[in-house]
């Protein structure tokens, strides 16, 4: 039973979901954002390039979903700083940027983010499950970063791009977390301790992220729950061990919800980002609608309405402020 505490608390509180997990393709309908807005999402980060396609393609997306975004602003409002977040979430309206996973979808040239940043971009990982020409994948034999990547990780700094870990291997999130000049984040993955699957981390990588400033945000995929129905109770048994490790000031969610398990269709094409040993069976996602639920269980728990206000979004609030202005001159 959801008692009016929680419905309250949501619909009040500053709802910040880290990373969509649909597309990236011009043929999504993105009409299906409702599932966020109805669950009364404020702020969505969505990818639109992964090494898994070619460059063009994430160009193509970006065009697409800022096209259609553009003829709804009744409904969404696109994202260039975070006031941009406060003024969507006083007009009841939802916030979106863009995210990358992985530097493949910058053609092997650096200046190619500055023009993602100026279409929207304001996360990136630098890597997405293997190895590219900037860092070590999480399913790879770990290089580490590469002279491209330092040279990558300068210029996110410089842009004030928020560094994005999650997919990357143990040794390039520790370099990239020794070197940043920034906070950085690791938009869906949940603790090691959780569920032994290679895309979740350890407690090193989480107390190393969070020195940084930046946070955790725990993902709803079930593999990475070790609970292949992902359930709300599981999702909150990943915060819980996350704050646990790391402190409530650094955790966030980051659901990487696929309404159309579209995932599927990339892992048939491409299924060396996927080893099978890893993500065999049903793919299961936490839906944004348990959110209520989630918010729920956490007061059950004891959490308190300033700590769950803060795992829902003013925790990431807070790094996007500072890294999102930190542009720095050339």
């Known amino acids: 039973m959801l008692t009016g505490q929680a419905k309250n608390l949501l619909r009040d509180a500053l709802v910040w979901d880290a990373h969509a997990g649909f597309g990236p393709t011009v043929e999504v309908d993105l009409n299906e954002l409702s599932h966020w807005t109805n669950a009364n999402v404020d702020f969505l980060s969505i990818n639109v390039g992964f090494d898994v396609i070619p460059w063009e393609e994430t160009i193509r997306n970006l065009a697409a979903f800022r096209h259609w975004l553009e003829q709804r602003p009744d409904r969404f409002v696109l994202v ?51 190895n590219n020409e900037a860092a070590g994948g999480c399913h790879d034999n770990d290089q580490g970063l590469t002279e491209f990547g330092r040279s990558l990780l300068k210029e996110a700094n410089r842009l004030g791009i928020l560094v994005d870990l999650s997919h990357s291997g143990y040794r390039t999130s520790m370099e990239i977390m020794e070197k940043s000049i920034a906070p950085v984040v690791y938009s869906h993955a949940n603790p090691k301790a959780l569920s032994d699957h290679p895309r979740n981390i350890t407690d090193e990588q989480m107390r190393a992220c969070a020195a940084t400033g930046g946070l955790v945000a725990v993902t709803g995929i079930g593999q990475f729950l070790g609970d292949i129905e992902a359930s709300s109770a599981s999702f909150v048994r990943a915060i819980d061990m996350t704050v646990e490790r790391i402190g409530v000031q650094h955790v966030g969610i980051g659901l990487d919800y696929d309404f159309d398990l579209q995932s599927d269709d990339f892992i048939a094409k491409s299924p060396r980002f996927w080893p099978s040993e890893f993500y065999s069976g049903k793919f299961a996602n936490l839906r944004p609608d348990q959110l209520p639920e989630v918010t729920e269980l956490l007061l059950r728990k004891g959490y308190t309405e300033t700590d769950i206000r803060a795992i829902l979004g003013g925790n990431y609030l807070r790094v996007a402020e500072k890294v999102w202005t930190s542009m720095q001159p050339i």
């Open 80 to 130: 260039e700083h975070t006031g941009d977040i406060l003024r969507a979430k006083s007009e009841g309206k939802l916030a979106i940027a863009f995210d990358l996973e992985g530097a493949c979808p910058l053609g092997g040239q650096l200046s190619m983010l500055s023009l993602y940043h100026r279409l929207g971009v304001r996360q990136m990982h630098f890597v997405y499950n293997l």
